[in-house]
């Protein structure tokens, strides 16, 4: 009879095994770029009003995928900027956050391919659940894992899961690609 496999759960997603990171820049700097001289200012003052706006956002909303575009809205409206085609534009800096072509890391399907000969594996991560499960779909990892968590707001959460994981019998957790047993 072969052995049992253990439980791994790999604790993330975005800029681990795929890469958003690229994709959220980009969506940042088109804007900033863009914002600069719409409202005639200079691009590193857009930019430090998209990071503070966004990261209080970050506090309210959470990991949504229309945080980035809503933080674009709120810097024009404090340029007085409430108008429609300012919104389309913003749709269309952000239209790639929404619709994953992510691309996925080189080491990812063969380090998952070779985690599953010894391992079930589930990932556990972060974000918007539909926005996350377009993500393994998009960049074929579904098929490769057992299952999936997404906690939508906060660590606190994903910690909880982390102990509920654990209390399986025969398990280990991966984090960022560390093993710990």
């Known amino acids: 009879m072969p052995a049992k496999k253990k439980l791994l759960a790999i604790l993330d997603l975005d800029d681990t095994l795929i890469d958003t ?5 980009m969506a940042r700097e088109e804007f900033v770029k863009w914002a600069s001289i719409q409202y005639n200012a200079p691009q590193d003052t857009i930019r430090d009003q998209f990071e503070e706006k966004d990261f ?9 995928p229309l945080r980035y575009q809503t933080s674009m809205i ?31 890391k080189p080491f990812s399907i063969k380090f998952i391919k070779a985690l599953s000969e010894h391992f079930v594996i589930h990932i556990l ?4 659940f539909n926005l996350q499960l377009d993500k393994l779909k998009v960049n074929r990892l579904l098929k490769l894992i057992n299952g999936f968590t997404v906690v939508e707001k906060n660590t606190r959460h994903i910690l909880f899961n982390i102990k509920n994981i654990q209390h399986k019998s025969n398990t280990c957790c991966c984090y960022w690609g560390l093993i710990f047993l």
């Open 56 to 64: 209080e956002n970050l506090t309210s909303m959470g990991l949504d």
């Open 125 to 128: 991560t972060r974000g918007n």
């Open 21 to 25: 990171s690229s994709t959220y820049w």
């Open 74 to 104: 709120d810097i024009c409206a404090n340029y007085a900027d409430h108008s429609t085609k300012t919104v389309e534009k913003i749709k269309l800096f952000c239209k790639n956050i929404q619709n994953p072509q992510n691309t996925i």
